[in-house]
């Protein structure tokens, strides 16, 4: 009984030794947000390209033998950046927890909702500048649309030619208006050539050296500076990544490197109720480097015969114009041009799609918002040396975005 006297009393002297500020308790905010996206989307039966994994549109569906057929479908989902998190104060540090939906059931959690970390980082404010430390969205971000697109996506018109790097695990500073960070590198593998089959009625591509040895030598690199000029507030940013690639080939093993980059300018301005934004981008092999398109070419094509490497360029160009009517409603409409241009083959593959929407954001009560939208995917011709243009298609769809804020 002495021993734990003495020990309680040895912990009470330590207790009342530490600073008044540490014994301080942290400051926990909570929030949520209920995303809900409901809409109705039609394809027509030359859509084929659409997205690093095919098109985003539930309706997209490519029949027997990847014959592309006229569809349309209803989408009624919860959207995956619905989320629950908190903002944690305590002095000079600080961080963000927040978990989201699992963008897909799994086997082992079936229908039923499967969290995962969207944003998990803590921040130190050392007078300067802070310090992040976790996982949350990149310096080479800034969102200027409220475009949802077919499936909802984050309705930032993010894989539209939206600036964004996403949100990854990262050491980064913050000095006012510029930040830098070094961030765990992508590594999505190039497209071989000698799985890349246009025909009239569909398009294959498949990953070069599935089974070949990846190396990360240096993280990915993103810097941007933000300038906030009263009614205006203006982006520059970049980022670089790379990696190295070994496979082997009938001659031996080869080895090379993949890398990735892309510059960023944008836009925000405001006239009375009147908003005007812009955004454009220059990037080579962006999707190599997860950047998120609606692009399929948008990657480095390797030779599967030769093992010529050839490197894809991209670029985009987003035009938002808004209405607020009243704090209540605002109307927003815009367009966007993205722009795919590879050399395969002793060849070349383009595309260019445009994509049109309007939308109307009603918030009958705080924190409720409820967001018609309709909008027209023109997928364009896909040019491709020694073949005639293919009429790549369009995709229409009329949704509705559903918010509560908790």
């Known amino acids: 009984m002495k021993k734990l006297i003495v020990i309680f009393a040895a912990l009470a002297m330590l207790v009342a030794a ?11 905010a909570f929030y949520g947000s209920a995303r809900m996206w409901t809409s109705w989307e039609s394809v027509d039966e030359e859509t084929i390209l659409g997205g690093n994994s095919g098109s985003r549109a539930k309706a997209w569906y490519p029949g027997f033998n990847l014959d592309v057929q006229d569809d349309s479908d209803l989408d009624w989902r919860l959207q995956t950046n619905s989320r629950f998190g908190a903002n944690v104060k305590w002095g000079n540090i ?9 963008p897909a059931p799994t086997a082992q959690f079936g229908d039923d909702f499967a969290a995962s970390w969207r944003l998990l980082y803590g921040t130190w404010n050392f007078g300067p500048g802070t310090l992040l430390v976790g996982k949350a969205y990149t310096p080479y971000f800034f969102l200027v649309s409220g ?60 990953s070069f050296g599935a089974t070949a040895d990846v190396d990360q030598q240096l993280p990915k690199i993103e810097a941007s ?24 080939t009938a001659t031996g093993v080869k080895d090379t490197s993949v890398d990735s980059f892309g510059f960023g ?23 190599n ?22 490197d894809a360029d991209y670029m985009a160009a987003q035009l938002i114009l808004g ?7 605002a109307f927003e409409g815009g367009v966007v041009w993205q722009s795919a241009d590879l050399d395969v083959d002793d060849g070349s593959v383009e595309q260019d799609m445009w994509v049109y929407y309007i939308q109307a ?34 995709v229409t769809w009329f949704g509705i975005k559903w918010q509560i804020n908790f």
Do not use: H
């Open 18 to 28: 530490v600073p008044a500020s540490a014994q301080e308790k942290a400051d926990w």
């Open 94 to 102: 600080g961080g963000t927890v927040e978990l989201g939906d699992r």
């Open 147 to 206: 475009l949802c697109g077919p499936a909802g996506g984050e309705c930032n018109g993010i894989g539209f030619g939206s600036i964004y790097g996403g949100r990854r695990a990262q050491i980064g500073l913050q000095f006012g208006g510029f930040k830098v960070a070094l961030i765990e590198p992508a590594t999505t593998l190039p497209i071989d050539s000698n799985t890349l089959v246009v025909t009239p009625t569909s398009i294959g591509v498949g």
């Open 225 to 248: 500076y933000t300038f906030n000029l009263g009614p205006a507030a203006l982006f520059l940013g970049g980022f670089y990544n790379t990696y190295d690639l070994e496979f082997g």
């Open 265 to 287: 300018i944008g836009a925000r301005t405001a006239f009375g109720p009147l908003y005007v934004n812009a955004t454009g981008q220059y990037g080579r092999n962006v999707a």
């Open 289 to 310: 480097a997860a950047m998120p398109t609606t692009l399929l070419l948008s990657r480095m094509v390797i030779d599967g015969a030769t093992l010529d490497e050839e």
């Open 323 to 329: 209405f607020k009517v009243m704090d209540s409603l």
């Open 361 to 394: 954001v009603w918030s009958p009560a705080k924190n409720v918002s409820i967001v018609p939208e309709f909008g027209i995917i023109k997928n364009g011709d896909l040019k491709a040396t020694d073949i005639d243009d293919i009429d790549l298609g369009k």
